[in-house]
Structures are given as structure tokens and as C-alpha cells.
């Protein structure tokens, strides 16, 4: 393996970051593949899914392609596609020794560095969540189809390569620092994720600093010194530049950047401000209203006009506590370079101008829950102490006696959100309780429409419009939608689109995507769409809060001893705790209910008496599969994984995979409510249809949790996390 790091630090392959955009050295600067893993380790959650686009690199050489090709797997990408520009060299050394590898493209004709290629990689073979070997890497870059040539020169301007650019989702780069302005020109024309490495002097760029300014770009982790491989050809220099032993060349930079639009954590972390203003301590410029700031660490808490900080802040920049107002530089490149700066004559480095931003965090949360059903949004966002919903609505009488009788601090209202009576009752309950926060899953019923797209339009979303129109009466400060996961994948994400349009119209932010249960704790994999739109900050979803996921052993170990028709509505708890998930869903809870066995037909039981422990409708004679025509009716669910999502038939053996691990019963209505996350505490109320309805159609409540938790960590009036200043 190649000696990539000064440090004698061994890691990567001969892939190696090379462009030769130019005959210019300084469009040669190869990165390591530590300086890449050491900023990609911070995004791994937001390329899940994704398609990967490395278009300034040769696919044999690039450290970028060998760490997707090695994380692969790891990171569940989609497609990963690498181009390369014709005439990019080819070191190919491992541990200074000749790589011996001989690539043929997809008619299995040799390939040749003077002509443009392209790798697409689809699927690469390994364990789910591992890394992927170099042996399988190697095997993966030699395959048979895996390379094709282009047309042209692979130019990453060309038509050819904008249309894999097209395609992407994410566009992961060391662009030649010549053309980098031109490359993020490209990104934003296209909407596109990014994440490109750059010198910093990039950032006063007229193509770039706009972006900055409006926060829809920012810098990454890494923001300062970074170190990379030069050509053999380089002239040596005094200073950041020397020879490893092994004969390598190398040079930094001290002013290297990451530029990104992927989401950063230090974007919602206010600065901890300790300097008091003072004029003598802050000078004002020769040419401009504004005080200079030497350090980004002397920042003045109690200054409301214009500051020029150095340009290090970006480290540091939240959105939402300080305005970037411009720049002083040259004071001529473009209309947000103001000035050249100048303090008593002297002339000083760049700065970025900022002003603080006026904004009262919020203390209480209070909900209005619309759609509420049995109350799992509710029930999980009151579970963080600064969230309290005071007003719900719902069209089912028995859903809303549920949620009336576990949150009886509520004003729960049945009725029909199109009647103007009920809905003016609705915005006196919200606007006398103080209502600054909506929370609902309004029914889209027309967004998966092959014909006339008609959208919001269409008389089938009506609801959809009602909860928008109560979101434009009482303007809260934040509003949440939850939906299935279609409504993003329909009509080529044509309604999505309109639904954000909507949104911004009524002048909120918002932040949007699938979000798994299964990855905050909840024994099963439920995937829902959710729009959270903030009227002040933007609020990023929520990141997965476990590690480990939840298992149904984990859930409903200690519930495994009814057979069919057995239980009550209320008894005893008869069984020890198992398992931490079981002691937080016991807590709080003196007595066990709704743990009660459906009372299966003997045909059904003796159906399930033939299927093993986990298994399922394939244990079956082929005669006694009946009519459904769905591989997963008769199943069992697995003990030590997560659970399918649960429905409003998980009480019917015949349904789906509901069935007990290995008892002769389908689930209970307190096991499938443990498996949605309810704690016990949590009773359901109603004949056994209604029950199964308010479980199978409740948004988790640990999910609800979560989502909460990350509005409170943007919009509340928490102690900001420290930071470490220059």
C-alpha cells in the first residue's frame, strides 16, 4: 500500500486524486485519502441512498473513488460514478512497487490515458454496514463493464459529463482550483449536494460568496492546513513543500478549505460570545461604518452594528445568530465586496463583515395536533419537557376518546377540519392556549396521480390544504408534517415540489425526507416522509439517536406467554424485565393492559402449529396457502430483528408477518403498540377494530420524540455548546 501521509501513515491504494485540467502544477494537487476520510467520517448518515459523482478525477488514481468504493457498502450508495480527463497520469505505486493491473473498458478493449472514461459502480460485493477489501475493490475496477469511454475528453463542462451531474445526487471533488468557481457555477445550476475540497480565497469569489451570504453554502470540518501529493515534475520551494522517503513530493496549503451544502453540526451551534465592546478596543475602518474585530474569539456580545471579523469565522458561522452582510477586500470584485479595509491607513487582510441577528428563543412549545388520532405525535413530543400539546383534533370519535383519556390536559375536539365551525372553534382553542406549534399527517390522497397533474389542486388533497390554510391563520413558529414515504417518490418528486412551494409561500424554511423508526429506537422499520418548517431557523431532520437497533426480543420478550383467546384488558405484570427497552416501556406503569390474544378460528391455529419459530408461509403445504398471494402472510416475526412496519390488521394471522416468534397467535395489541414505541403507561381504549386502527395508524412515538428533541436543540432557549475560537 501506498505511503500517502508524512507521518509514515499507510492507508488507501494506488488510487490517487489526479486532474489535469491544465498544464499549470497547481491544477495537480492530489488528496490523501486521510484528508478525505477524515472529513467524509462527519456526513456518512446523508449519503445513504444517494448517487455519487466524482467528476474531476481519474477513477484508477483518485483516493476519492477508492474511498467510496471502500465504504461502499458501508455508507448504502446508491451508484457511485468517477470520471476522467483525458491525459491524467497514472502513477500506480503500492508500498513503491508497480500496481500490475491492465483495465479494459466495456467492449474489452485496453484503456488509454489519453482519452476520457467514466466508472459507474452499482453494487459492490461485501457485507452490508463492512468495508470492502482491496482484493473486491481491485476485482470491482477490472471488471468487464464497470469502465465505458466517452466521446469527448471527459471535461467535467462537457455535455456528456453535466449529464452524469444530472444524475448525481452528491458531487464529491478536488476540482483544479482554476476552475473551481466554474465547477460550483454548475452545481447550483442543477441543485445538486456537494461537498469539494478549495482553496479559501474561493469563498470572496462573485459565484460563491452570494451563496454563502444567503446560508445556502458553508465551509466543512476541515478549514485550514491540508497537505497534498504533487507531480514529479514540481519545482521545489522554500516553504510547504518536501520530498517523504520514498521520493514522493508534497505541498500544503494553510488556507484549504471543504465547501459544502451538506449539513455541518457547527451550523447550529451558537458562538459563545465573553468580550464586552469597547472603541478603543475595536477601531472603526477608514472607509466604512463598521468595527473591526481582530480574532474571532474577540467578538463583542453587546455590538448591533457592523463588525468585520477574519475570515476564520466561517468556522464558526451560524445562520441564525449573525447575518453576513458582505465583504471587505477589494471593494470592487463585486457588489458584496464593500471596501477595502483599512484601519488608521493600514491596510489589513480580507474580513468578512457580520452583524448580529435579534432572535428570542422559544421557552414552551405548545402543539396543536391535527389528524391526531390515538395521539402518538403528541405523546411523544410532550415526552421532551418544553413540548405540551393543548388543542387536537380528529374526525374519529373513538381515536380522540384515546387521546382524551392518556393526555387529558388537552382540548381534544371531533369533528371535521372543512366544517368552518369546527374550524373556527379550532383557532379560538389554539389562540387562547397559545398554540405556536402544528403537528399533523394531513391524508394526500391524489399526489400518485399517472394523468393530469393537478397537485394541491386536486380535490383529493383538500385536507393537505386545510392544514396549510390553519398554518397561514396562527402562523406558529414551527410546523411539522409527517406522511408515507410515496409523497417524495411520486411523479418523479413533482408533488414534493409542489408542497414545498406552498410552504415557502407562507414564508417558512423548510427541511425534508424518509426518516426510519428503526434508527431512534423503535423495534421497527417504519419509513416516513416528514416536513419540518421552521419560520425563523432552518431545522435539519433529526439524526439517528441509536446505534444499535431495537429488536423484537427487546420489545415484547417479556409479553410471550398468551396463546390465542387469552389475556385481558387488565392484569398483572406476571414476567421480569428483559431488556432496557422493556424497563422504559414499563416505567410509569403499575399494571399491564390491552395485552389481549385475538381469538383465532382452530384452522388458524393449526395452520400456525406448522410453521417453525421465525419462519413463515414457505413452511407451509402448498394447499393450505389460501388466496392471499403476498410471500409474507403467515409469517412470524424474528426475534432479534426489527419488526415490518405494523398495520391496522396486525391482529389477523393471516395478514402479514404479525405473527408471534413462535406462539400460535398473532401479536397483541399492547405488543404491537410495544413495537410502535408506546410505553405501557399508554392505554387504548374501544372495541378491538378501533384498537387495532389507533395502533397500526400512530406516527411512533420515540420517532415523534426525536423530532421534537432536534426542534428544541435550533428554536429553544437552551446554553449554546462552546466552541473553540481563534
Not at 478596543?281 to 463598521?290: G, I, T
Not at 410515496?486 to 410552504?503: D, T, V, Y
Not at 405488543?671 to 406516527?699: H, L, P, T, W
Request: include cysteine.
Amino acid at each position: 500500500m501506498e505511503n500517502i501521509d508524512t507521518g509514515a501513515k499507510k492507508k488507501g491504494n494506488s488510487i490517487l486524486n489526479s486532474a489535469k485540467y491544465s498544464s499549470s502544477n497547481t491544477d495537480e494537487w492530489y488528496t490523501t485519502y486521510e484528508t478525505i476520510a477524515d472529513e467524509l467520517a462527519h456526513y456518512h448518515g446523508q449519503f445513504k441512498g444517494k448517487v455519487v459523482l466524482c467528476n474531476c478525477d481519474d477513477p484508477f488514481e483518485s483516493n476519492f473513488t477508492y474511498y467510496f468504493l471502500r465504504h461502499f457498502n458501508q455508507l448504502q450508495l446508491k451508484k457511485l460514478i468517477c470520471t476522467s480527463y483525458a491525459g491524467s497520469k497514472i502513477d500506480q505505486i503500492h508500498d513503491n512497487s508497480q500496481l500490475q493491473m491492465t483495465l479494459f473498458d466495456d467492449i474489452g478493449e485496453p484503456l488509454s490515458v489519453g482519452q476520457g472514461y467514466v466508472l459507474i459502480v452499482s453494487k459492490v460485493p461485501g457485507e452490508p454496514g463492512a468495508e470492502v477489501s482491496d482484493e473486491t475493490i481491485k476485482a470491482v475496477l477490472e471488471r468487464k463493464g464497470a469502465v465505458k469511454r466517452l466521446k469527448g475528453s471527459g471535461d467535467f463542462r462537457s455535455d456528456e459529463c453535466i449529464e452524469f451531474l444530472k444524475e448525481c445526487d452528491i458531487c464529491c471533488t478536488n476540482p483544479p482550483f482554476s476552475l473551481f468557481a466554474s465547477l460550483f457555477s454548475l452545481l447550483v445550476k442543477y441543485e445538486k449536494q456537494y461537498l469539494l475540497i478549495g482553496n479559501q480565497n474561493a469563498i470572496t469569489y462573485k459565484e460563491i460568496f452570494p451563496m454563502i451570504k444567503e446560508n445556502k453554502a458553508w465551509v466543512g470540518y476541515h478549514f485550514g492546513d491540508m497537505a497534498f501529493r504533487v507531480p514529479a515534475d514540481t519545482e521545489p520551494r522554500s516553504t510547504r513543500f518536501w520530498i517523504d522517503e520514498t521520493g514522493q513530493k508534497w505541498r500544503s496549503l494553510g488556507n484549504a478549505m471543504w465547501l459544502t451544502n451538506l449539513d455541518v453540526s457547527q451550523r447550529h451551534k451558537d458562538l459563545i460570545l465573553t468580550e464586552h465592546y469597547s472603541p478603543d478596543k475595536y477601531p472603526h475602518y477608514d472607509n466604512f461604518d463598521a468595527i473591526n474585530v481582530r480574532r474571532v474569539i474577540d467578538i463583542p456580545m453587546d455590538y448591533d452594528g457592523i463588525m468585520g471579523v477574519p475570515i476564520t469565522y466561517l468556522k464558526y458561522h451560524n445562520g441564525y445568530q449573525f447575518e453576513i452582510v458582505g465583504e471587505a477586500n477589494h471593494g470592487s470584485d463585486n457588489e458584496f465586496d464593500l471596501f477595502k479595509p483599512k484601519v488608521g491607513g493600514k491596510e489589513l487582510f480580507k474580513r468578512i463583515l457580520i452583524r448580529k441577528i435579534r432572535y428570542t428563543p422559544v421557552s414552551e412549545f405548545r402543539i396543536l395536533d391535527l389528524f391526531c388520532g390515538a395521539g402518538g405525535l403528541s405523546w411523544g413530543m410532550d415526552k421532551n419537557p418544553y413540548f405540551k400539546t393543548t388543542v387536537a383534533l380528529d374526525f374519529d370519535a373513538h381515536a380522540a376518546d384515546t387521546f382524551k383519556k392518556n393526555m387529558p390536559y388537552a382540548e381534544v375536539v371531533v369533528g371535521d377540519i372543512t366544517d368552518s365551525a369546527v374550524k373556527e372553534r379550532i383557532v379560538s382553542l389554539a389562540q387562547q392556549t397559545g398554540v405556536n406549534m402544528i403537528v399533523g399527517g394531513p391524508p394526500c390522497q391524489g399526489y400518485s396521480m399517472k394523468g393530469k397533474k393537478l397537485g394541491l389542486e386536486d380535490p383529493r388533497n383538500f385536507l393537505f390544504r386545510e392544514y396549510l390554510s390553519l398554518v397561514e391563520k396562527l402562523q406558529p413558529e414551527v410546523f411539522v408534517i409527517e406522511n408515507v414515504k410515496g409523497l417524495l417518490l411520486s411523479a418523479n418528486g413533482w408533488f414534493k415540489e409542489q408542497i414545498i412551494q406552498a410552504i415557502e409561500a407562507l414564508g417558512y424554511t423548510v427541511k425534508f425526507g424518509i426518516l426510519n423508526a428503526a434508527d431512534f429506537g423503535v423495534p421497527q422499520s417504519r419509513e416516513r416522509t416528514i416536513f419540518i418548517c421552521s419560520k425563523n431557523r432552518e431545522i435539519p431532520l433529526p439524526r439517528p439517536t441509536v446505534e444499535r437497533r431495537t429488536t423484537v426480543r427487546d420489545a415484547i420478550g417479556d409479553l410471550a406467554y398468551l396463546e390465542s383467546n387469552e389475556g385481558a384488558f387488565e392484569q398483572e405484570y406476571s414476567t421480569e424485565i428483559q431488556s432496557a427497552y422493556q424497563a422504559m416501556m414499563r416505567a410509569g406503569s403499575e399494571k399491564l393492559y390491552n395485552h389481549q390474544a385475538s381469538n383465532h378460528k382452530q384452522v388458524a391455529i393449526d395452520k400456525l402449529k406448522l410453521i417453525p419459530p421465525e419462519q413463515g408461509k414457505e413452511c407451509l403445504p402448498e394447499e393450505m396457502h389460501g388466496k392471499q398471494k403476498f410471500k409474507t402472510t403467515w409469517g412470524r416475526l424474528k426475534w432479534d430483528e426489527v419488526s415490518p412496519t405494523i398495520d391496522t390488521r396486525f391482529d389477523a394471522s393471516s395478514n402479514g408477518t404479525n405473527n408471534h416468534p413462535f406462539l400460535n397467535r398473532a401479536i397483541t395489541p399492547r405488543e404491537a403498540a410495544r413495537i410502535q414505541s408506546f410505553d405501557d403507561s399508554f392505554i387504548f381504549y374501544g372495541s378491538k377494530v378501533y384498537v387495532r386502527k389507533q395502533v397500526g395508524n400512530a406516527v411512533p412515538p420515540l420517532l415523534a420524540k426525536a423530532i421534537a428533541d432536534q426542534i428544541y436543540s435550533i428554536l429553544g432557549a437552551t446554553e449554546p455548546e462552546c466552541s473553540e475560537n481563534d
